[in-house]
């Protein structure tokens, strides 16, 4: 009844072609922005910043970057945690080597660095497909990982191998403390979603669709192989590479390279499946049930009273968060976008369906 | 599909964690002193971080119990699991935030790094005792962070010396079987630099975490055959480590760990065969009959309300050293309340406190652990206090002590501490503080 588009025409093509076409969606997104910039920086609790919207936040941009490489282009990837590791590190040397240079080209710098780096690793899957990438990028993962454990020069030669970030300013506005560092990210993140939005919607995206969907028949129709799978891992790595920069600055402060292993590679793999392959709104919801779940499980207990021993809890977290993984997997394998979507469909006819 | 962003999945997150927020809120207290213990009783590192745990919590349950708090101040404490995990380690830091703690042991060199920015800001004391970054000890830039009683730097340089007594260095080979990851690289910079002055090799070799894959590891200690393995491992890795060198059948005797590879955990998997294994201790073994065990034997175990499940861990070497950092923190409160009254102490006074320790032997003895605990004497310039250790052997059943009381050469490890607190600073952009004009 509320959520229906009767009496919306669209007379033109740019009415119809616009990015959110039924009325109420472009309310409630533009309610969502207002609310996230506006009312949040005032409700949330310091807690609330730091632990779970700011790496949500950050993680759903990751998130965001895979899902162009495996929802859109259909090109696994195991090598995500190593991009970000790139982009995390090539941000510290940035900022280490030109400490005069604006912390948002320094970010943007670092997305370019992972996308080098990323598409040098992503030239194999013009031959390889299927597992055999996976496995290929696997290889990335731990080349990676290897770099910037051994190679000292990465780390400015620090003893232990882990580095911190240098304060963060940008044209002289200090970004310290909860609120500042949430509306930086807030900010990239929104930018950097509309971007990838516009994207996968565009010609470029076509394209990339095309292959994931079938890749003879998108070269038979004038796809070339080489420029879509190329781009697909390009833009990925710039994503996740800036998501790394963004995880390392804003969130750790201090990291090593075991921040970016292999499982962190898993864990956006998951991200992305649960939230939904081929879908920007997958990448955050697929975030928010990876990021935010475990944290409300571990602290269940708490809130309803019960006294439980810590390792119970931990135990009782790892069970419960596998369970709801596989339930959610068989419940919708579309995951959780499709689940919305559905959702969504069904509102539209409410409450007289057919 | 309909076109829908993400704007909806932000706010159903939003409500959800919403309650996460007000609920922390309403749990903060006033009249306790408040103390976040991150522990790890899962996964990879579960076997050695539980007995310390169980030791840390105990201490505080003893203290509220037996003494009715610190000073008549109860102590108040919450577990929150970090898994070894540094993002965890600050999620974990992040919640229990809220209940204004005044001191925090991450026990992880990871999470300590981490936090270490963090806890200035926040005016939280950052105690790691026995572990953590080995500059922190200069209290002129590091003014929240205390490695009391020895640093990996100081475990470094006391190893070496304790070799040295078995016959010149010159040209003989040290392997470091090590943690791939801070806590195992920290020691490095020292090594080299008593390579160096020595004239002994130094052979690196890293263990990926969690550590259950090191036969590679271990063929390259036979193929080199060095003279003495030194192993920094953690967890699950220092099990593996000493049934790898039986395995390739690398001499126990040669080998020696840090404190944290010298534990119950790591030897008992391998049973007899690790007969003849040494690790340097940080002052302390596997005491058991201290008037403190005695109490905590009898105020919490013999009640039921011991938090380790069999009442043998008391008394352990990673037991004890759980009750030692727990005292340390008690300590440190107690010299802050008697500057500033002894009331509920914030984390500021705490620091004051820590920085201004001195526990001689007769105090120590006084708290029941007489000879677990060297001496310590913290100030601006050394908030380590102690640099003391002695090597202990497992001889198949138990540990005992096989050396001399050691200490760390601090004229060698001074210079190279200031140097890589005055980088951190430079980096940091921290101005030092003058140690001279700290009361």
């Known amino acids: ?354 | 599909m309909k076109h829908t962003w993400k704007w909806k999945a932000a706010a159903a997150a939003l409500a959800l964690a919403g309650g996460i927020g007000a609920a922390q809120d309403a749990l903060a207290q006033s009249k306790e002193i408040f103390v976040p213990v991150l522990v790890y009783r899962t996964g990879a590192y579960a076997p050695n971080g539980a007995p310390w745990a169980d030791g840390f919590v105990d201490y505080l349950k003893l203290v509220n119990a037996r003494d009715g708090g610190v000073n008549g101040v109860k102590i108040a404490y919450e577990e929150c699991e970090t898994g070894y995990a540094t993002d965890r380690g600050v999620e974990c830091y992040e919640r229990l935030k809220s209940k204004k703690p005044v001191a925090v042991n991450p026990l992880s060199t990871g999470i300590t790094f981490a936090l270490t920015e963090k806890v200035a800001n926040d005016k939280i004391v950052l105690m790691t005792t026995g572990y953590g970054r080995a500059d922190s000890v200069d209290g002129s830039v590091f003014a929240w962070n205390f490695p009391f009683l020895g640093t990996y730097w100081d475990a470094a340089d006391m190893l070496v010396q304790e070799v040295a007594k078995k016959g010149n260095l010159k040209g003989k080979k040290i392997a470091l079987v090590y943690h791939d990851s801070p806590y195992g690289k920290e020691p490095i910079p020292v090594l080299e630099a008593l390579a160096k002055q020595k004239g002994f090799t130094l052979v690196k070799l890293p263990v990926t975490h969690p550590g259950v894959e090191q036969k590679a590891t271990w063929l390259q200690v036979r193929q080199q055959r060095p003279d003495y393995v030194f192993l920094w491992g953690w967890g699950v890795m220092n099990s593996t480590a000493i049934k790898e060198a039986i395995a390739v059948s690398y001499p126990r005797l040669q080998m020696y760990g840090v404190w944290w590879s010298g534990a119950e955990p790591d030897v008992l998997p391998a049973e007899m065969a690790a007969k003849g294994y040494n690790a340097i201790t940080m002052g302390h073994s596997a005491e058991k009959d201290r008037p403190v065990h005695k109490d905590m034997l009898k105020f919490l175990y013999d009640k039921g309300q011991g938090t380790a499940a069999k009442k043998e861990e008391v008394g352990s070497v990673l037991y004890n050293r759980g009750m030692i950092s727990a005292m340390m923190l008690v300590e440190s409160i107690k010299s802050a309340q008697s500057k500033y009254g002894k009331r509920v102490m914030t984390g500021e006074e705490v620091r004051w406190g820590a920085e201004h320790l001195n526990l001689d032997a007769a105090k120590i003895k006084a708290i029941g652990f007489e000879g677990m605990v060297q001496p310590v004497k913290t100030s601006c310039m050394d908030h380590g206090g102690a640099h003391r250790g002695r090597i202990h052997t497992w001889d198949g059943k138990e540990w005992s002590y096989t050396s001399d009381m050691l200490e760390a050469n601090q004229k060698f490890l001074r210079p190279m501490i200031e140097a890589s607190a005055k980088k951190y600073a430079q980096e940091k952009h921290i101005t030092p503080r003058d140690c001279s004009k700290e009361k």
């Not at chain 1, 929104?190 to 003879?216: H, K, P, Q, Y």
């Not at chain 1, 075991?258 to 991200?271: G, P, T, W």
């Open chain 1, 1 to 354: 009844m509320i959520y229906r588009e009767t009496g919306q025409y669209k007379t033109t093509y740019e009415a119809d072609q616009q990015l959110f076409p039924i009325l109420q969606d472009r309310i409630f997104v533009l309610l969502v922005i207002a609310f996230a910039f506006g009312a949040v920086p005032f409700l949330a609790s310091e807690y609330l910043f730091r632990a779970i919207l700011t790496p949500f936040l950050i993680l759903s941009l990751a998130a965001i970057g895979l899902n162009i490489l495996v929802g859109y282009c259909g090109q696994v990837s195991l090598g995500t945690g190593g991009f970000m590791a790139v982009g995390a590190y090539a941000a510290y040397n940035l900022a280490l080597r030109l400490p005069d240079l604006n912390l948002l080209v320094v970010f943007v710098l670092a997305g370019l660095c992972a996308t080098v780096v990323g598409v040098l690793f992503g030239l194999p899957s013009l031959r390889i497909k299927g597992f055999y990438l996976a496995v290929a990028t696997l290889a990335a993962q731990f080349f990676l990982d290897w770099a910037f454990a051994r190679i000292g020069w990465f780390t400015n030669y620090a003893p232990s191998g882990s580095v911190s970030a240098p304060p963060l300013v940008i044209l002289g506005w200090e970004v310290v403390g909860p609120v500042r560092k949430y509306l930086l990210v807030l900010g990239i993140v929104c930018v950097f979603a509309l971007v990838a939005r516009n994207l996968v919607r565009g010609a470029i995206g076509r394209s990339w669709m095309a292959m994931r969907d079938m890749d003879v028949a998108a070269e038979v129709i004038g796809i070339r192989p080489l420029y879509a799978k190329v781009t697909a891992f390009a833009v990925s790595s710039f994503f996740v590479g800036l998501s790394g920069a963004l995880w390392a600055f804003v969130y750790l402060g201090a990291w090593e390279p075991l921040a970016f292993d292999v499982n962190r590679s898993f864990q956006l793999l998951f991200m992305v499946i649960i939230g939904g392959l081929g879908s920007i709104l997958g990448s955050f919801l697929g975030a928010a049930f990876i990021v935010i779940l475990p944290l409300a499980l571990n602290q269940m207990p708490g809130w309803l009273g019960v006294e439980m021993s810590t390792a119970l809890i931990s135990h009782i977290e790892l069970m419960v968060f596998g369970a709801l993984i596989v339930f959610f997997l068989i419940v919708e394998p579309h995951g959780l976008a499709r689940l919305w979507a559905i959702g969504k469909e069904k509102l539209r006819l409410w409450p007289f369906p057919h």
